[in-house]
T-cell receptor, first 115, second 109 residues
Framework: NAGVMQNPRHLVRRRGQEARLRCSPM?????VYWYRQLPEEGLKFMVY????????ESGMPKERFSAEFPKEGPSILRIQQVVRGDSAAYFC?????????????FGEGSWLTVV | GQNIDQPTEMTATEGAIVQINCTYQ??????LFWYQQHAGEAPTFLSY??LDGLEEKGRFSSFLSRSKGYSYLLLKELQMKDSASYLC??????????WGAGTKLIIKP
């Protein structure tokens, strides 16, 4: 049973380019969460999605950032016109339903570097 | 506002015991989690407390006092591989996880 899969693991973008990060949840999981982690800081919630629905995007910047979780395929976090401040680790996590169990499962993360 | 406080960094000796504290102020409470995160890796689940008291799991134990908004993670018989960041997270009334900034634990021989 594969875990949460994220790709790419490392991504380098120049300022102004677009970054696309993908997350395939664990099999049977229909809830996906995206978190951002800046160096030496904790995880910051960005967005919570179910298939074809954004449930909570209160942690996501209003501009340049978007997320989707289509009926088929992985969840995608998209950052347009990246700036240096977007450099961070982006973690995806999944759960079988809204976090009512004892754990959520994290992917290995995608490290974005903006140069 | 919602707030999770943990010490930034702690140092301990191999074989010893260390206690990492976490205090929280959140809108509602639906459980507290401790995660371990090695540098450059994903967080991994350590423990979950929803009722007051101590939960023991091998070398690791976690304690919760809801009335005090306080938890601690206790690590016994420290090993070098325990050098990592330890993240405290609280699930609030909206079932969102609110994360502390993490405590970097350095183990010395």
């Amino acid at each position: 049973n594969a875990g949460v899969m994220q790709n790419p693991r490392h991504l380098v973008r120049r300022r102004g380019q677009e970054a696309r990060l993908r997350c395939s949840p664990m099999k049977g999981h229909s809830h996906v969460y995206w978190y951002r982690q800046l160096p030496e800081e904790g995880l910051k919630f960005m967005v919570y999605l179910q298939k074809e629905n954004i449930i909570d995007e209160s942690g996501m910047p209003k501009e340049r950032f978007s997320a989707e979780f289509p009926k088929e395929g992985p969840s995608i976090l998209r950052i347009q016109q990246v700036v240096r401040g977007d450099s961070a680790a982006y973690f995806c996590a999944s759960s079988p339903k809204q976090i009512s169990g004892n754990t959520i499962y994290f992917g290995e993360g995608s490290w974005l570097t903006v140069v | 506002g919602q707030n999770i406080d943990q010490p930034t960094e702690m140092t301990a000796t191999e074989g010893a015991i260390v206690q990492i504290n976490c205090t929280y102020q959140t809108s509602g409470f639906n459980g507290l989690f401790w995660y371990q995160q090695h540098a450059g890796e994903a967080p991994t689940f350590l423990s979950y407390n929803v009722l007051d008291g101590l939960e023991e799991k091998g070398r690791f134990s976690s304690f919760l006092s809801r009335s005090k908004g306080y938890s601690y993670l206790l690590l016994k018989e420290l090993q070098m591989k325990d050098s990592a960041s330890y993240l405290c997270a609280v699930r609030d009334s909206n079932y969102q996880l609110i994360w502390g900034a993490g405590t970097k634990l350095i183990i010395k021989p």
